[in-house]
């Protein structure tokens, strides 16, 4: 277990003496920097994220569920026979994993979202859908009446202004 020397400490793990603000904060060690510097401990986590993005999408359904104090049912296995179809169940869009890839997630439409189809009800095989990003930040938590009302008071604001619907 390497320590701090100065201000420089050797990584354990690629072995290369690097500045302490290399490293992450641990009040468990007794230099209080991680042995691993910060870029290995994302490149191994980035890697299990590539390598499971099934148990990852799990994990973050879970925690959600857990702060929301909802139920979750769901097993790992039931997210990757999802992941498996790969698209949309809304507007059929190929969705994608992008966990651990230098790319963040966050508002790509094309990312892959666990949607709990009847929001509050929990995280079950059968509240629970595969389905990009996009469409789950649309739909939100409204349900399908709040939707239609939603869609109805565009429809009659475009009609009022005299606009049209883009083409699609």
């Known amino acids: 277990m390497p320590l701090a020397v100065g201000n420089r400490k050797t990584c354990s793990r690629c072995r290369v003496e690097k500045p302490l603000?290399?490293?992450?904060?641990?009040?468990?060690?007794?230099?209080?920097?991680?042995?691993?510097?910060?870029?290995?401990?994302?490149a191994v986590r980035n890697a299990s994220r590539i390598a499971n993005p099934a148990k990852e999408m799990w994990n973050g359904a879970r925690l959600r569920a857990a702060r929301r104090s909802t139920p979750f049912t769901v097993t790992i296995d039931d997210v990757g026979k999802m992941l498996e179809i790969g698209?949309?169940?809304?507007?059929?869009?190929?969705?994608?994993?992008?966990?651990g890839r230098g790319r963040s997630s966050c508002g790509r439409e094309d990312s892959a979202?666990?949607?709990?189809?009847?929001?509050?009800?929990?995280?079950?095989?059968?509240n629970t859908a595969l389905c990009c990003n996009g469409c789950n930040r649309r739909k939100s938590s409204f349900t399908p009446t709040a939707l239609r009302e939603w869609a109805d008071k565009i429809e009659a604001l475009m009609a009022e202004r005299g606009l049209e619907a883009a083409a699609e």
Request: hydrophobic share 40%; proline share 0%.
């Open 21 to 42: 603000d290399a490293f992450r904060l641990d009040n468990n060690k007794i230099d209080k920097l991680t042995t691993w510097c910060a870029a290995c401990i994302e």
């Open 87 to 99: 698209k949309c169940v809304y507007c059929d869009r190929h969705v994608e994993c992008w966990f």
């Open 113 to 126: 979202s666990l949607d709990e189809i009847v929001w509050g009800r929990g995280y079950s095989v059968a």
